[in-house]
């Protein structure tokens, strides 16, 4: 009833509902007016109200829907959360509106935590939860000012310089079971990333760009070259060798402290 209300009646498309034993799967005619879940759950208030207002109303005296318009927020995502279940998908795709529901525990650490933390608020497991999926390049995927309030409540912590991106903090990363993304995400110091680069060209005598890219692949070109630049020539332990005509790549060498 409730998509019947909603729905964009120029569109001439159907409403589609989708159930299997785990799932349950809306797809309404029309946008809605939020781009996506975090959008909708900082404006929550926003969210009350009909697209068909005059049907709405004729619906509500026939005792068909309710009037309280809490929106997708309130019915669902607390349900979810309350259940330790994931938090629904919601997205728009060419002037549809798809909400897609999981009953199925994907990870079960993430369900505890959920459970766990009572006091948390929908804004941030809706951030966490992009955190998790991948979504965390700082001012493209999340904002800074989001960043920041979970990295003060012990959240998340943030990598890079230039292009910056937000991850798990280290008692959550143990707690949802991603210790392991929490390695890869803090990665090595800028000595260990040094003596990691003495230790190839003291076993190969050279090293390439591309030897840095299979060594530093979370590190841009612009990090790798400040890293050699500015590191490396400063110790007096490398020079750039002028690119071979015949090579894509250019070639390092470690220098000898007497010359």
């Not at 809706?126 to 989001?146: A, R, T």
């Not at 002028?242 to 060498?253: G, I, L």
Request: glycine share 6%; charged share 30%.
């Amino acid at each position: 009833m409730n998509s019947f209300v909603h729905r964009d009646w120029v569109n001439s498309g159907f409403i589609e509902i989708d159930q299997t034993p785990s799932s349950l799967q809306f797809e309404n005619p029309g946008e809605y007016r939020f781009k996506d879940l975090l959008e909708l759950v900082r404006f929550p208030t926003q969210s009350k109200f009909y697209r068909n207002s005059l049907l709405a109303d004729f619906m509500f005296q026939c005792g068909l829907v309710d009037q309280e318009a809490s929106g997708i927020s309130k019915k669902i995502i607390e349900k979810q959360k309350e259940r330790g279940l994931p938090l629904p998908e919601y997205n728009i795709i060419q002037n549809w509106t798809r909400v897609f529901i999981s009953s199925k525990i994907v990870n079960i650490n993430f369900a505890r935590l959920m459970l766990k933390q009572i006091d948390i608020e929908i804004k941030d497991l809706v951030l966490l939860d992009k955190i998790i999926k991948g979504e965390n390049k700082i001012g493209e995927n999340i904002s800074k000012v989001d960043v920041e309030s979970l990295k003060q409540r012990g959240f998340v912590e943030i990598t890079g310089t230039r292009y910056q991106k937000a991850f798990l903090s280290k008692k959550l990363s143990k707690s949802v079971g991603k210790t392991g993304n929490y390695t890869k995400m803090t990665g090595l110091k800028k000595e260990q990333k040094i003596q990691l680069i003495l230790k190839h060209i003291n076993d190969f005598g050279q090293v390439k760009s591309s030897d840095l890219d299979e060594l530093f692949p979370e590190m841009t070109k612009d990090q790798k070259a400040n890293l050699l630049n500015r590191e490396m020539h400063r110790r007096r332990k490398i020079i750039k060798l002028e690119k071979p005509s015949n090579k894509k790549s250019e070639w390092y060498y470690l220098k000898n402290d007497d010359t």
